[in-house]
């Protein structure tokens, strides 16, 4: 038995403890979402115009029991950042069994926040090991997007992001899934080679 495992189920069963208020907290923010919405059909631009209100209805249920993940978070990445290849492929597999894994994406942007605000580097490292814990599974895209943000906002803090994605990329996910393009190991140890970097990154960095 390793010193992580037991710390490994102390997190299961904290982010278990949280599975029921965050799906509640979820399906009632869905829900205000849905009305403050309408119908789905019409036309485009009408569509457009009607999510800003219903966005705002969802929002105003509040962050439910983001707190308490969060600080899950601070500690889990800390621990992932520090683990090996076979115990970070654990952490991933915890984690997205929990409903808590639905608050990742807005981990990452709020490690980016605190970073841009001057925040220690370590958030840097708590961020992009969150990225690599996502692991790509709900939209690749907003996850490029997510990185880049939190890219930009260690630049701001002069802080290099390429030794810190480098590392965390070999302790990420090597096989691909169906929900991206490529093996987040991959996208997060090609990320400064990327065409998403040369064309959104780049030009801010200059």
Not at 131 to 156: E, P, V
């Amino acid at each position: 038995m390793t010193d992580e495992e037991p710390s490994l189920r102390s997190f299961q069963d904290r982010l278990e403890r949280l599975d029921m208020p965050i799906r509640m907290w979820r399906e009632a923010r869905e829900r205000s979402f849905a009305a403050a919405f309408g119908p789905k059909q019409g036309k485009l631009s009408n569509l457009m115009a009607r999510l800003p209100q219903a966005a705002s209805a969802a929002a105003a249920l509040g962050l439910g029991r983001r707190d308490e993940v969060f600080a899950i978070f601070d500690e889990l990445c800390d621990l992932y950042a520090r683990s090996d290849a076979p115990h970070c492929a654990i952490i991933r597999g915890i984690v997205h069994e929990r409903e808590a894994h639905v608050l990742l994406e807005d981990y990452v942007a709020y490690a980016s926040g605190i970073l841009k605000q001057g925040g220690r580097p370590e958030w840097l490292e708590r961020g992009v090991a969150a990225a690599s814990i996502d692991d790509q599974r709900r939209d690749y895209r907003d996850w490029l997007m997510s990185l880049g943000d939190l890219y930009l906002s260690a630049h701001a803090a002069h802080v290099d992001p390429s030794p810190v994605l480098k590392r965390i990329a070999g302790r990420s996910n090597p096989e691909r899934h169906q929900a991206a393009p490529t093996p987040t190991r991959e996208a997060l140890g090609n990320f400064e080679n990327s065409a998403y970097f040369a064309t959104s990154i780049l030009p801010q960095l200059r």
